[in-house]
T-cell receptor, first 113, second 111 residues
Framework: KAGVTQTPRYLIKTRGQQVTLSCSPI?????VSWYQQTPGQGLQFLFE???????NKGNFPGRFSGRQFSNSRSEMNVSTLELGDSALYLC????????????FGQGTRLTVV | QKEVEQNSGPLSVPEGAIASLNCTYS??????FFWYRQYSGKSPELIMF????GDKEDGRFTAQLNKASQYVSLLIRDSQPSDSATYLC???????????FGKGTMLLVSP
């Protein structure tokens, strides 16, 4: 069974631009969550989707958004990029909800210059 | 504010010793707890999870949960240099399908 796949692996963007990151969950997994990881703040929850519906959202500004498609693939978008958005963005999938085993993708390393 | 606290370390142990990693959480309604291992530059990898008070063993790893004390721990027996990594503790928040992570404890196992 293929694992969680995130694309692209690395991105360099300029302040003010927008970016879209993609996550394909493990086959059969319907819950997809996104996290931001920085050295100072650790892993912080962004949002979680289940069956195309956003069930939970973390404490991030509205510039961070996401969606989930009918095949459970998910995208997150960050608009008007700031230097502080530089981070590793991780996607995790689980069968039903995050109370069961959740598996992470390799992440997308975003650098904003 | 729901928080998960971990000592940042590093925790240094010699090869073959038992490494003990600890975690406390603030949300009494947290139901499940997870331990992840993260090597430098890599994504977190699930080691094990625990729901019930007491111990749960999986190979060289034992997770311990004490809900009354809001305390979770991970013991690694016969530590190996390949166990050197950052260990992340996470709690599933009550009523939500999200994980709150601690900032991790760095473990260094010396040969």
């Amino acid at each position: 069974k293929a694992g969680v796949t995130q694309t692209p692996r690395y991105l360099i963007k300029t302040r003010g631009q927008q970016v879209t990151l993609s996550c394909s969950p493990i086959s059969g997994h319907r819950s997809v969550s996104w996290y931001q990881q920085t050295p100072g703040q650790g892993l912080q929850f962004l949002f979680e989707y289940f069956s195309e519906t956003q069930r939970n959202k973390g404490n991030f500004p509205g510039r961070f958004s996401g969606r989930q498609f009918s095949n459970s693939r998910s995208e997150m978008n960050v608009s008007t990029l700031e230097l502080g958005d530089s981070a590793l963005y991780l996607c995790a999938s689980s069968e039903q909800d995050m109370g069961t085993e959740a598996f992470f993708g390799q992440g997308t390393r975003l650098t904003v210059v | 504010q729901k928080e998960v606290e971990q000592n940042s370390g590093p925790l240094s142990v010699p090869e073959g010793a038992i490494a003990s990693l600890n975690c406390t959480y603030s949300d009494r309604g947290s139901q499940s707890f997870f331990w992840y291992r993260q090597y430098s530059g890599k994504s977190p990898e699930l080691i094990m999870f625990i729901y019930s008070n007491g111990d749960k063993e999986d190979g060289r790893f034992t997770a311990q949960l004490n809900k009354a004390s809001q305390y979770v721990s991970l013991l690694i027996r016969d530590s190996q240099p390949s166990d050197s990594a950052t260990y992340l503790c996470a709690a599933m928040n009550s009523g939500y399908s999200t994980l709150t992570f601690g900032k991790g404890t760095m473990l260094l196992v010396s040969p």
